[in-house]
């Protein structure tokens, strides 16, 4: 007994203290976890990339479609050599396509040549009237490489006359005058002329622009009862082209940009511009989507008074809890949501404080809605039997809250897929281009004056030509 006696004198401090401790505790529900900072969005970067084989007889269908049936003319042409006159050089069938390696590929084209060749009207030319006719059919073999230019253009690198596939000759006086050198110097100067030296021969931006304009035009959908347009901003395009050992020609096309949201009455009226090409190095069929989105804190407090407010929580047999005036904020990478409650016993005695939750925002693919997970929670009342009373009875009331802050978010998503699906979808001459298996996965950002949505949709392009 007289050894635990100096005990008593200190008793008052000791309890006081045990009981400071226990209300600490109570009222600091969350002060342990700091906000830390508000992680920024990641750029909303989307890419495409698509590899498309084209086999041999589609290309060599895709080229002779391009090629006019006049290849070269004029009259009073100088063949040099003293002679001149009227020629029509005429394609008079299907150019065949041979590939050499990854980028040479060899042509033999069948051509007829019609007109009239004569001797220039000075020397001898000058006794000899009227002009001879001409008509002859060759196969000329020519090598070139084609290349693609950063204004979608076509061009070529290189080109030689393998073969003239034909003797044309002239008889003049008896005497035959082969013409194959002439008609082979005169097809490189104009291969030199009108191939080497242009840098365009024919431009593909029409075609393309036209099948962007379907694929590029913003799509709209709804967002939380507000008409929204989402729009494709291209910031590159890529293209690689080479044959295969298979003699199939192989097309690596990759663009990347930027998606912007628009309120619908502010959506552009057409696609934004394609810009210039350059090298793709990636051969993959792969789509990668980002949709930005928001809410901004005004919009989030009347979804959480849809979802919480206006019900009344039953904590235990003796307490029911009603939450209500929404507040909802930043907390870090977490949503912090003051609210004001009413909590009311079976005798009828209220208590009435500030409640300040806070919670990670997730998506739960099986309800397909906005959740939020971790949930933890702050009291602030005048009345100590409620702190200490939501203290011990926390996890219920984490329950009661975590089961109804739940907002789906799965019917924009569904609208977003059906919308990007269908415009991505594009039918051409030659083949058909379509994204498939695209699923969309949201991430979630606070920010300081919204709370921003990221949709992430990944899907593969499947490429059938004809």
């Not at 008509?135 to 076509?154: A, F, G, K, M, Y």
């Not at 628009?262 to 552009?268: K, L």
């Not at 005048?382 to 203290?391: C, I, P, R």
Request: glycine share 8%; net charge negative; hydrophobic share 40%.
């Amino acid at each position: 007994m007289h050894l635990f006696h100096p005990f008593k004198k200190y008793r008052p401090l000791f309890l006081a203290l045990i009981f400071g401790l226990f209300l600490s505790a109570c009222k600091s529900s969350i002060p342990a976890i700091e906000p830390g900072d508000i992680l920024a969005p990641p750029p909303a970067v989307s890419q495409v990339n698509a590899n498309i084989k084209i086999p041999k007889a589609t290309f060599e269908k895709v080229v002779n479609s391009q090629v006019p049936v006049n290849i070269y003319g004029g009259k009073d042409m100088d063949f040099g050599n003293g002679l001149e006159g009227d020629i029509l050089i005429k394609r008079t069938g299907l150019i065949s396509i041979t590939p050499v390696d990854s980028q040479l590929v060899q042509l033999t084209i069948p051509l007829n040549i019609e007109g009239e060749v004569g001797l220039k009207r000075s020397g001898i030319g000058s006794f000899i009237k009227g002009r001879l006719p001409i008509q002859e059919s060759i196969q000329p073999t020519v090598l070139l490489d084609p290349r693609i230019n950063s204004d979608w253009s076509v061009g070529v690198s290189a080109f030689e006359i393998l073969d003239l596939g034909g003797d044309v000759s002239l008889d003049i006086l008896g005497m035959q005058m082969d013409l194959n050198k002439l008609l082979l110097d005169q097809m490189q100067r104009f291969a030199e002329a009108n191939l080497l030296e242009s840098e365009s021969l024919l431009s593909l931006k029409p075609y393309v622009d036209l099948a962007w304009e379907q694929v590029g035009k913003p799509v709209g959908l709804e967002w939380r009862g507000v008409a929204k347009a989402v729009s494709i901003q291209p910031t590159q395009a890529r293209w690689y082209d080479f044959f295969d050992e298979g003699e199939n020609f192989n097309i690596w096309l990759g663009m990347e940009g930027k998606i912007n949201s628009h309120p619908a009455n502010a959506a552009p009226s057409r696609a934004f511009p394609l810009p210039q090409l350059s090298k793709n190095q990636d051969s993959s069929d792969q789509f990668d989507i980002i949709i930005p989105l928001s809410l901004s804190y005004e919009q989030m407090d009347q979804l959480l008074e849809e979802n919480l407010g206006n019900r009344i929580y039953q904590v235990d047999k003796k307490t029911s809890f009603q939450p209500s005036n929404f507040r909802s904020e930043a907390f870090g990478s977490l949503i912090g949501i003051n609210m004001d409650f009413v909590a009311t016993r079976t005798n009828g005695k209220e208590i009435s404080g500030e409640l300040f939750l806070i919670g990670k925002p997730n998506y739960r693919e099986d309800i397909e809605s906005l959740v939020f997970e971790e949930i933890n929670f702050d009291l602030d009342s005048d009345s100590f039997k409620a702190e200490t009373g939501a203290w011990l009875k926390r996890k219920k009331i984490i329950r009661q809250m975590q089961k109804r802050a739940q907002f789906p978010i799965g019917d924009v998503m569904t609208e977003s897929i059906a919308g990007f699906e269908d415009r991505l979808q594009l039918n051409t001459p030659i083949g058909s281009f379509k994204v498939e298996d695209l699923k969309i996965t949201p991430t979630f950002y606070p920010q300081e004056n919204e709370f921003i949505i990221h949709f992430l949709g990944n899907g593969v392009v499947n490429t059938e030509i004809k």
